[in-house]
């Protein structure tokens, strides 16, 4: 039974779709004005992670994920480069996608552009002025009045008259109040505009969300995600507006994956403390990137350090040595390990827990593979299959292990170095075998023996 943490709540909920097996989820993506940093990786994983596990319990999902193609740093960054919006968008997008297949993350069904949703956007200002939760004062803006919505602060438990303590309107703003935030913007000398029954403008970053998750989900849908920095007031906005304009309940649960850290803060561009998720992939391999990221539970938030990789590199060069010499054949036995792993996922996607039990495989993996070798591996088949679910251990072992070699060490030599030295082994000439193994290992290269077989990695 699938629990989760409903930020909505602040509590674990038992999940259940709101129509039969099929699960509807949306989540808040890029701004592409650059390229994508480490904390955005951080919550495309993790909803790559929910995504594998619902499909493998069974659901039927719809998974949105959208694109935010227009707003002030785009333009900014835009004009920065002596470029169009429209250029700078495409060309960031095509490099997200290419981080994502790196990492393994599975392409969302729909990836709705904010720009392609206009029109859905002047309807659903237009019901919200209707109905009275939304202002034009003249000047080309419209405004939402947040002090309407009387749930306002539901999420983020914050309150209003907390918020007004300290808040005031800009000179250049037409609020009746200064929480009351913008829904539609109207036209600056030199930014791109559209059409609208308030003048030319462009849309506000809020009604974006709640007019594409709606257009390709419905009014009411089950799960809404993120990261943890959007819960206010991103997603409260989105509440307001998409609940006053339908008279329904938005989204039934809501989920926030924690950030990355460097040392103590959160990992951002506004911080310039950021790392590029491609700047990590030229000194690490994407696995062990996701690895990090699987490894610590989704709502927690991690530390990046050099530290951090290396142990993640570490578990996975123990896993690849269970893996390593035994045949890839299909999973069978370890089902006590699949009851806990489920346990373990079922409980808010818990992949600490998990993990450890795939730490639990390998040491039963590597006690039978000299006794057992056709149980360890079917055993080791198993562990690909759990491991699979988290987007890890789908590579062949060796390729791992020596990975990065190209460019350092000639493994043709390396492997006829290793036939020699089985050859001085086979001779008992162990001076011979000694004097290889030196200059093996002053190549930066680690042999490992096994029974009746010697492999090699470079070394860390």
Known sequence: MLTIYN?????????????????????????????????????????????????????????????TDIDDKIINRANENGESFDALTAR????????????NILPPDLEPRATDHIAGMHAMIQTLIDKGYAYAPGNGDVYYRVGKFVGYGKLSRKKIEDLRIGARIEVDEAKQDPLDFVLWKGVKPGEPSWESPWGPGRPGWHIECSVMSTCCLGESFDIHGGGNDLEFPHHENEIAQSEAATGKQYANSWMHCGMIRINGEKMSKSLNNFFTIRDVLDKYHPEVVRYLLVSSHYRSSINYSEDSLRESKGALERFYHALRGLPRVEAKGGEAYVERFTVAMNDDF???????????????????????????????????????????LQLEADDFLRAGAEGKVDAAEVEALIQARLQARADKNWAESDRIRDQITAMGVVLEDSKGATTWRLAD
């Open 7 to 67: 930020t909505l709540s602040k509590t674990k909920e038992v999940f259940k779709p709101l129509e039969g097996n099929k699960v509807r989820m949306y989540v808040c993506g890029m701004t592409v004005y650059d390229f994508c940093h480490l904390g955005h990786g951080r919550s495309m994983v993790a909803f790559d992670l929910v995504t594998r596990w619902l499909r493998y319990s069974g659901y039927d999902l719809t998974y949105v994920r959208n694109i």
């Open 92 to 103: 960031m997008i095509d490099a997200m996608h290419e981080d994502e297949r790196r990492l």
């Open 350 to 392: 818990g992949t600490p827990e998990a993990c450890a039990v795939l730490f639990d495989l390998v040491r039963e993996i590597n006690r039978l593979r000299e006794a057992e070798p056709e149980v360890a591996a079917g055993l080791a088949g198993r562990l690909r299959e759990l491991a699979g679910l988290l987007g890890v």
